[in-house]
């Protein structure tokens, strides 16, 4: 392997450092990472699902390969897997395509005081009209990515939930919550699964505390 690596399997242990350099906020941040993924309302192999999902989106590579493994103990499949990472692209994606709407407003300079409400969404029809063939490829990934395969319609929106979370958009998060609740989501579900998502946004800067510390050291 190149000595310039920046991602080190071998590196990992370094966040025993981090704990040694503020305990209190570590172990802080490690009962809370426990209880997030601890089984509840909701099974722990789907935790573990959105938190591959949501590593994807955050872009940790630790994160990936420590919950792919827990995953994988856990008897979830490369093919369940592998839906719930196209979940987590299509609402990347779907995040991206929603502040279009934005966009389309800003550029139009319509004098709107409000830069996010949902009414902003009629200037999405715009995408059809420019780019009919385009906005269609976009929409039948999106939709096939959401249909029901290995994981069910309400986990995937589990998962969907727990990106836009993420992602920040706050049109997904409107869509996708009121889809899931249409599935049968409670919103003890719903918690469980916002705060997994937040545990693994939190968890992706804390293992990149790895890097900084490496960084730091040179």
């Known amino acids: 392997m190149s000595n310039d690596s920046l991602y080190k399997r071998s590196n990992g242990r370094r966040l025993a450092e981090l704990g040694k350099l503020a305990p209190t906020t570590f172990q802080a941040f490690n009962t809370f990472n426990q209880q997030a993924m601890a089984e509840g309302v909701l099974p722990v192999k789907l935790k573990e699902l959105i938190a591959v999902a949501v590593a994807h989106v955050t872009g940790c590579p630790y994160c990936i390969d420590a919950h792919v493994k827990k995953g994988k103990r856990l008897e979830a499949t490369k093919e369940e897997m592998a839906e719930a990472i196209l979940v987590a692209t299509a609402l990347k994606a779907g995040s991206a395509m929603a502040h279009g709407a934005n966009a389309l407003a800003s550029y139009d300079e319509t004098g709107e005081d409000d830069l996010y409400t949902l009414a902003s969404m009629t200037h999405y029809n715009e995408f059809r009209k420019e780019n009919a ?4 490829a976009y929409v039948q990934f999106s939709s096939q990515a959401m249909k029901a395969g290995k994981l069910g319609e309400k986990e995937k929106e ?7 979370h993420v ?3 706050a049109y997904c998060i ?9 599935l049968g989501m409670t919103k003890e579900e719903l918690a469980e699964t916002i705060l997994v998502a937040t ?4 968890g992706a800067a804390l293992a990149h505390s790895i890097n900084a510390l490496v960084a730091y050291d040179e």
């Not at 545990?199 to 939190?202: N, T």
């Open 167 to 169: 992602t920040g958009c």
């Open 174 to 182: 409107d869509a996708h919550t009121k889809k899931a609740k249409k």
């Open 133 to 136: 063939e385009l906005f269609r």
């Open 158 to 164: 589990c998962i969907a939930v727990a990106v836009a």
């Open 199 to 202: 545990a693994l946004k939190a």
